[in-house]
């Protein structure tokens, strides 16, 4: 079965429009430091999306010559600014600048990718909190496929702030049995062939091939890499995993679309919260 999320991100997206057509608009700010050209890409896109569904997108391009102090000043003021709704910090972020310190300049009711630590301890201790919503894309797309997740054994590779552990945590609360795998993890074949429920996060390009898929497992692909024809890869060998797999999400097509839809919806959420 083919995962798309395509067309749960349009439905995300129609709903999202037509809750700002009653107005007042929400804003979403995006602050970017960085000259990478992918980087670059992602934000022009998402603030397509966003004029698309009614939000004001506002790209506070600080240059790839930022300190931790301009970046912290600019989250700061944005925080302090009643019209801005939501805030992302977009990343990769200069060298020498620790995202996890600056992430907590952005305040939690704008933290609409669940950027800021004290987001991610909340969700958690279960109080209300916008996840980051690749994590949460995840697992909308398993919800709008009719994957079942509660006691199903899930595996995660990849323990970043950003996936693996917020997605760990969406996983529990959900009831599943949840193990992550990281770098140091030994023999991750023999872990992920485990999993009914597999979720691939660590940003190697194809590390994820046959012999790592149980028949008939669930996988979800949420690496994103640019080819030299222009296309994109996941992080899953997919000509190889598809023969294993009972599903897999597709590259592109499938957990980013919702990510991008999600933040919307988070950034519309979050004007609400303060009107």
Do not use: F
């Not at 997740?149 to 609360?173: M, N, Q």
């Not at 992550?180 to 999993?195: G, K, N, Q, Y």
């Not at 994820?208 to 296309?231: C, E």
């Amino acid at each position: 079965m083919n995962l798309s999320g395509r067309e749960l991100a349009a439905t995300i997206r129609a709903d999202v429009a037509a809750r700002v057509a009653q107005g007042p608009a929400p804003k979403l700010a995006i602050v970017t430091a960085t000259a990478d050209e992918a980087s670059a890409w992602y934000v022009r896109s998402l603030a397509t999306a966003a004029g698309k569904v009614g939000i004001t997108c506002e790209v506070v391009d600080l240059g790839p010559a930022a300190d931790t102090a301009t970046i912290t000043d600019a989250l700061r003021g944005l925080a302090a600014d009643p019209g801005t709704h939501g805030v992302i910090l977009q990343t990769p972020l200069p060298a020498g600048v620790d995202a996890r310190e600056v992430a907590l300049a952005i305040d939690p009711a704008q933290d609409v990718d669940g950027a800021n630590p004290e987001s991610l301890g909340r969700l958690v201790c279960g109080l209300p909190a916008y996840p980051p919503a690749t994590a949460e894309a995840v697992v909308a797309l398993l919800d709008h496929h009719g994957v079942p997740v509660e006691g199903r054994e899930a595996v995660v590779v990849g323990r970043s702030t950003v996936v693996g552990k917020p997605l760990a945590h969406l996983l529990l609360d959900r009831d599943a049995t949840v193990t992550v795998c990281h770098s140091r993890t030994a023999d991750l074949a023999a872990v992920t062939r485990r999993a009914e429920i597999l979720v691939v996060a660590v940003g190697r390009a194809g590390l994820i091939r046959a012999g790592h898929v149980a028949p008939g497992a669930t996988v979800i692909d949420v690496g994103t890499h640019p080819t030299a024809d222009g296309g994109l890869v996941g992080d899953v060998d997919a000509d190889s995993v598809a023969g294993v797999a009972g599903a897999l999400s597709p590259v592109p097509g499938g957990v980013g679309p919702v990510t991008t839809a999600l933040l919307l919806r988070h950034t519309l959420d979050a004007a609400r919260a303060r009107a």
